[in-house]
């Protein structure tokens, strides 16, 4: 054997040592809580607890605060997505167009909550949800101000490497030439054009909305994770069970939206 | 989104012939920080003329045409279309098509939807809006190349679905922001005289802007020459080539010789021959005039009193570089045939040919 072909074997097997470790470091906790969540009283596997965890009504009766939890971060979840786009997109697209000289300065306030501790926001943002409770009153969704804040970083740097993509001025002044105003610049062309960026930053905030929890647990509100908690207390086994539904459920939404993202590009390619 | 009321095809008669309308630009001013992108720029168009604006990297016709358009704000000045004073009329309200320089075509929309954008802006009919486009893509001969999206066409392909796209909406002005330059030479030309074609089919009056000379001569029924934010002369492109109003222009516009002359009246004297002068050149005394190699003749010939430097061959022309005794160096266009009997080291004889040119003083 050639010594060019022993070392591409040897890398060939470095490299799937790599990816099983890595894959091990991902599965463990994963069959942990499979583990966990279908052990049966007395030994054995039993399927009660996913039983449970799917039995809406039991889920109403036993264990409202799940239900109250699941609700609270769909509503937040939403939410959250909203603001972040109709602030981030608009802004951005006009920093790029009109202000150039503000991009340095708008990257680093959309970038500076990854360098605030959780807690440090939490402090930080007391003052102001006392008067959002004052005005808005006590509803969780008002978190959805502070989950914008966190999501920024994330999202702004999915957003920015979707409009670096194109070339937006040239795009706004053709459009505007051909008699559209900004709202149709921003909706017809520009949009359309950062779909798969705008995807992008939309899932990094679902992922973090969905498991967030300090600040909702630190705020005396209701999420996902703080419901999970509270469940923990109660009955370990459905905590877990509830974790790991939430794990996957944010896996299907990643695949399904890598596949809208994709979906239209490959069609795209098709007809080339 | 409020509708846009700008008419198609059922239109007011606009003055002047074919679809043009006149255009005029007074005073306009635009300044970045210190430097005077536009110094009072003042243009007139003839309805249905297409004028070229040239010059060099900063002397400020890209943003004339970017005020034009609305897609720059002038610090002062007016800007007049059909007659009435649009300088406050934002970009989408004007009514003109704009080719760029740089692809513009929308990437998620294929030709015909990208044509067929402006028009549906103006809430054009569909079966009109269908009929248009095609007429478009017919007219830039992409009919074939309709449901192609711009990454899937080259870019020459990409500028002319541009141009249809920019005609489409039956523009009042045609703008034109250096169109070809991303182009390879070969395409270059071939859309250069496509667009002046088209340009003369339609009738729409339209602004080029260029920084390369043979594109501007070879389209424009005028051609300014711009520097330091206005203009320097503006002129038909012959004019412009052989009665130059400036140095600059001169220099700017073709290759030029600056030979010492001695001036006295409306002639003067250079190797010694005499030669008419251009309104405008220095009535008297030392001077330096203009001459293009073009007319300079030259004969080979052992008295001479100038020294062949290199003889090249251009394909259709040649050039031939000499020194005279006095130490200047000319250019002098030969032709093709005649480089391989010039030498370096041969002497000759350079006669300035009786054209016109400009006098300057001497520095």
């Not at chain 2, 140095?247 to 290759?255: I, K, R, Y």
Request: glycine share 8%; charged share 20%.
């Amino acid at each position: 054997m050639s010594l060019r072909a022993t070392r591409q074997r040897r890398q060939s097997i470095f490299r799937w040592v790599v990816v099983a470790l890595i894959g091990l470091f991902f599965a463990l906790p994963i069959f942990g809580m499979v583990e966990f969540t279908t052990r049966a009283r007395g030994g054995g596997r039993t399927l009660d607890t996913w039983a449970k965890l799917f039995d809406l009504k039991v889920i109403d009766a036993d264990y409202p605060e799940l239900k109250t939890g699941i609700l609270a971060s769909a509503g937040l979840t939403l939410l959250t997505v909203v603001i972040m786009l109709f602030l981030l997109v608009p802004t951005m697209t006009w920093v790029r167009l009109r202000l150039p000289g503000l991009r340095r300065t708008v990257e680093f306030v959309c970038l500076l909550p990854l360098t605030i501790p959780a807690i440090v926001l939490v402090v930080g943002l007391a003052p102001v949800y006392a008067w959002v409770a004052y005005f808005l009153g006590e509803s969780s969704l008002w978190l959805a101000f502070a989950y914008v804040v966190l999501v920024l970083p994330y999202a702004y740097r999915a957003l920015d490497a979707g409009l670096s993509a194109i070339d937006v001025n040239t795009l706004a002044e053709a459009a505007r030439s051909l008699g559209a105003g900004w709202p149709t610049v921003m909706w017809r062309v520009i949009l359309p054009n950062v779909r798969t960026a705008v995807l992008s930053a939309a899932f990094l905030s679902v992922a973090l909305v969905l498991g967030e929890f300090t600040i909702a647990s630190l705020f005396s509100r209701d999420n996902l994770q703080v419901a999970i908690n509270l469940l923990s207390k109660r009955d370990a086994s459905l905590a877990i069970a509830a974790a790991l539904a939430a794990l996957i459920l944010a896996f299907i939404v990643l695949v399904a939206m890598s596949f809208v993202g994709n979906g239209r590009r490959s069609h795209r390619q098709e007809e080339s | 989104m409020a509708p846009i009321h700008l008419p198609i095809s059922d239109t007011v008669a606009k003055p002047g012939p074919g679809n043009g309308v006149a255009v005029t630009l007074s005073e306009l001013r635009r300044s970045y920080g210190a430097i005077h992108a536009l110094d009072g720029l003042t243009l007139d168009i003839a309805p249905g003329e297409f004028v070229a604006l040239l010059g060099p990297s900063g002397c400020g016709k890209t943003t004339a045409l970017r005020v034009l358009a609305g897609l720059e704000d002038a610090d002062s000045g007016r800007v007049e279309v059909g007659g009435k004073d649009i300088t406050a009329v934002p970009t989408s309200a004007r009514d003109m098509g704009m080719v760029f320089q740089a692809y513009s075509l929308f990437p998620h929309m294929t030709a015909r939807q990208n044509v067929e954008f402006g028009l549906q802006l103006r809430r054009i009919p569909s079966a009109r809006r269908r009929e248009r486009v095609a007429e478009m893509l017919d007219l830039v001969e992409l009919s074939d190349q309709a449901d192609r999206y711009a990454h899937q066409m080259s870019g020459g392909q990409q500028q002319r679905v541009a141009l249809a796209r920019a005609l489409a909406i039956e523009p009042q002005v045609l703008l034109l922001d250096e169109p070809l330059s991303a182009l390879d030479a070969k395409v270059r030309v071939q859309l250069r005289d496509e667009i002046r074609r088209i340009q003369l089919e339609v009738g729409t009056t339209t602004l080029f802007v260029t920084h390369d000379q043979e594109e501007a001569l070879a389209v424009a029924d005028r051609v300014g020459v711009m520097r330091a934010g206005n203009l320097e002369q503006l002129a038909s492109p012959h004019d412009l080539y052989a009665r130059p109003a400036t140095a600059f222009v001169a220099n700017f516009v073709g290759l030029t010789n600056r030979l010492r002359a001695t001036v006295e009246g409306d002639h003067a004297s250079l190797l010694g021959t005499s030669v008419p002068l251009l309104p405008g050149s220095v009535q008297r005394g030392a001077a330096f005039v203009l001459v293009r190699p073009e007319s300079i003749a030259v004969t080979a010939d052992p008295t001479g009193r100038a020294t062949v430097v290199t003889a090249s061959f251009l394909g259709s022309t040649g050039s031939l570089h000499a020194v005279t005794e006095s130490g200047e160096t000319v250019q002098a266009q030969i032709d093709n045939d005649a480089v391989a009997t010039f030498h370096p080291g041969d002497k000759v004889t350079l006669i300035p040919r009786p054209n016109p040119a400009l006098a300057v003083a001497a520095d």
